[in-house]
């Protein structure tokens, strides 16, 4: 069930037997000379539908917007800083809170954005317990990173080895041609390619890493394998949710 | 052009003959007991794509959450704050203009983000003129409601008279079956219905407007209105945007 | 009853019989070659004593400083941003909600704050909603703009058609010379003013409007036409805030 | 001259020849059974005037709305918090520095208010030290305490003694008298009134003084007294001003 | 007892028979050619301590950083601004009185942070007040300059006469001597020092005070008066706590 | 060096041939029943002055609070929320940048910071690429955690095997006892000690760590043990922190 595509009647009545929600978060940002800059929204968004068909679970709106300003060097990336998503999430939960929801799932597109959104949480919970809101203390927030189930991460490294890299990898690349198969798109990419360099500001990160990729070749990627992974990352990401809502 | 499905390069190209980007803005908001949560945001989101086509413009990812602060208390409202809105708004231009934008057309879904649209574009102009980009006072931001096209408004009140209402209108309603023919939800509906009192508070509102409509009757609603209301909207805000960035 | 000029027993008395409030908001911004740059906070002001006196209602202290960020190109002009009026309108209804008011009032001056003011009315019955003040719900603001007032707006069309203008109008200039004879000034007015272009940074505005007027002649204003504005004004104003207090 | 009676072209003549302006700020607060809740923006706006009169000086827009959360259990105070006042006083010099404007010249009515003033200068300096505004580290601010003058407090004592206590004294309502002879109030006063406790918060305020009154007999003052305060305030406050603006 | 050196039950059994604690707060900023820079954090600190131990007080972790934008412009120099050090005040105090402390002591080591503690302690109640804590009226904080004790001022004077000065003054440096006798700093100090001009902005501060004493002379500082002040002020400040935690 | 015992021309003298400061953070958060309170900072300070010797690198002022929000349900926990920490963390930096630092290495004594530094680290870079900074863009933050050290993590697995667990771990209560070998404290732990469960809210963890361990047996901690990790941690950093700021 998406939550955008519900009536409010029927969120109503969802309430009545989960209190579990999944919530998609990307990032609008460069992915390289090839990759789509909302690689990391359409990743988690397709994902967090499977798992929601998969579980039977709400599924919210989709955060386009993540922590991405070392990428802000890049023309098209969009950011918000920490403390702008901080009180985006924050409004967001306490939003669904009030509404009923205690088990909050985000399927997430983008690492930049752990650091924050783990942050926001801790805030949220903070802020929640203040408020007038029933059994605020049982509101629990988990991440779920698609690109680190264990599955997807073996058959990253097996199918790409070395080329898989940290950003505009060729297994996101791959799903985002999954999604879009009429969209994928080439150049000549530099075999050089930078990659272990730390993450600084966003001139930094442009001088070192100058076509935007890091350590990663996106030209390996095809459709089938991206189908692989969306198979693998909503099998491991539903039984997570599973447990997630089950616990006591 | 999609930005979240163009590459960087892509979107460097595009900025070398245009500097003028399209923003979808919605709300996740009740809309009465047949009316999708995500209406706003759907009825922006494709008008957007719509008017992005006909005039080969670029349309930025569009924001599901906009300020329904009044809708709260009913399941599934998502609401961002407006003091919240103003920063992600703000984060969303910069970025934007970092990039070499400077044109922002936003097709907005929801009457209720007008107000902290126009203070958050206030906002931004300000901020803009302290920052170090090239030509920051030629940042320019317009907001067009589809829903306030002149021919739009029109036809809905030639379709549904005083039955349009203010909230889960029918002519939203319809545009969302056009998009979703296969998601047409049905209730049974009071055929009395409050109108015509004032928004204040969340709670308040609820207590005036039971089921969240707003004099409406969504009922009349059919996809194929939806299609006539697309295509009216579609041509006037193709118009409008080529003049806004026309212009000197 | 101004709030300046009672004590607080004198409030807590007014408390146990109206739970209504008056509260006038300017701006402090160029109003043109002749216009004074307080003309907003005078003429919200003027019109909420003669409204206040009318109906025995509690007057608040005139907030002077609104949303005039696109003045701020012109010397002389004091903006707060929209996110400093919002938190300074939280602050003012908040004290005056634990006080015991109800029923906020804001008289009008300009036509800038009208968003800001929406958004942080919003801002506000949330925040209250959470703080422990019986009957938070039953808080509502309304905003009056003396300038729309239906009789008003006539005998501006009237007495100038279009020279009325949008900004430094004859007919808030003669509302400021009927509240002091004495300080009407003269300038040599371009006959050529500019008017139609859209609002948007300081700077843009200050090319496009060079010398603050917005398609207004204020040369035509006198303090007579300026006091039938007034009462107009104050008339329709009064009919209004009665209405406001009265509504269930 | 008064900023608000000003027209735009007028203060630009003014900056021409002085970068100085003198504000006025207050509080709304209450002043005991007979004090005026604007007793201390009355205060510094009148003075203010006459010091602007003595000295040809600008006098900006007054603050009627200053730090006063001690006394928020009182009907019809309406305070700031710190963090808004900082933010107001931010914007409202940013402006004026902008126009070109260098010496800020604070005549405040409310002790309370000089600790958040004495923070938001701090914050102010170095928030526009990364502006783009020449000279910025030009700026200064002033606070001038109208009831700290020297003749002002010796007059003080020498009329009331230990009755002048330190709030809602007899100085500050005999100025208020004199401003508006006609508004003047009367209540039968407790002869014992509590003085010397420190200031917490509001509940805590009240509990220990119940009137409002700290240590004071406001029933000593009389109209001609203010009179006195009046001009000897505005005597050596016109040489400070002076003396502020003249210094290197 | 030093908090940081408790365990949590340890201050449990505390709070069982007293909410009294002590906070130190100092600053990190230049004191002149020979001053450490952290001199306000080391005195505060250490008498801390010392009247921690005297009562059988709680002492709280110190706070080094205070408000000293103004000394910025000299290398070494961290200062918060005013609004952030409001914040973190605020939640030392809600943490600590969730906890159930009730009587906040504050030693402070700078003068600079007395303006920005006021207001931090107003925002701080009236936060509180809105919170769920039990008796959260009662919460009560004071500030204690140990520099001002009436026996350490009267020492310096006697000591120093003039060359106390106001900034970098050899009591405060002496303080520091006693506490680190190993690091006593020397250079050739100018004979003429500036002092007397008021602190405006950072760049201004330096140009009037160019090695950054305020009309002090620290080269008479020894450990031995140093220890004197030490003990004058736990003498005095201890008797200041036990006043301010019996008073009811 | 330590910044708090130098001078400011001392740290301009060190400014001419080192850019590298070394930050010491910690939390005020419960250890567990023989824990100290402090043990994050006292742990991440003694090492920071470790490798500040080793290195000739100055060392800043420890920051003594960090985000322990979950802790805050045990007596004497003290935390910033993540938005006041992310705004202490800029006002750190940034004055430090103004005075000529560039490499930031942060000494990090608690697990909860990690997600907020970075997040603060990701907003100080985009905030100082607008200020008047000269080579702003080569400012660089990194984060060491002492008990993520290879060596450190080595060693604790060896001694104390999964006793060792994640919060008041034995090798961190053996670095205090190592720093204050007469604070060792004891209490009868119970020998079944919750584990796995993740962290949420305050009240939620303080019912899944009823005593405030999370799978930790403290009582194996020895001094001499807290030595060897001190020793390690020192070896392994001061390697980390020369690599660091010799990086191009």
Redesign the interface.
Known sequence: M???????????NY?SYSTGIIIPIGS?E?????????TD??CAEVIAKGVGEATAAMV??????G?A??H?????????????L???V???IT??A???FRRFFWINGHG?N??????????T??H?????IPH???????IANWFMCREVYQLAKKLYGDQEGSHATPSEVALTQFV?PD?I?T?TLDTQVASGY?I?????FRRHYPD?RMGSNPALATPEQGQQFYQLAVKELSNSYLEFIAKA
């Open positions: 998406l939550l955008q595509l519900s009536t409010w009647p029927e969120v109503e309430l609008t460069q992915h390289g000379p090839t990759g789509l800059i909302g929204a359409i919210g709106p989709t955060l386009h917007l922590m300003l070392h802000t060097a890049f023309s098209g990336t969009i950011s918000l800083r920490p403390s702008t901080i009180q985006v924050m409004d967001y939003c669904l009030v509404s009923g930049g752990i650091a924050t959104l783990k942050a926001a949480f801790a805030e919970y903070y929640l317990a203040n408020l007038n605020a203390d049982e509101i629990r927030c988990e879009y969209l798109k150049a730390p600084y500001g966003a001139a930094d935007g």
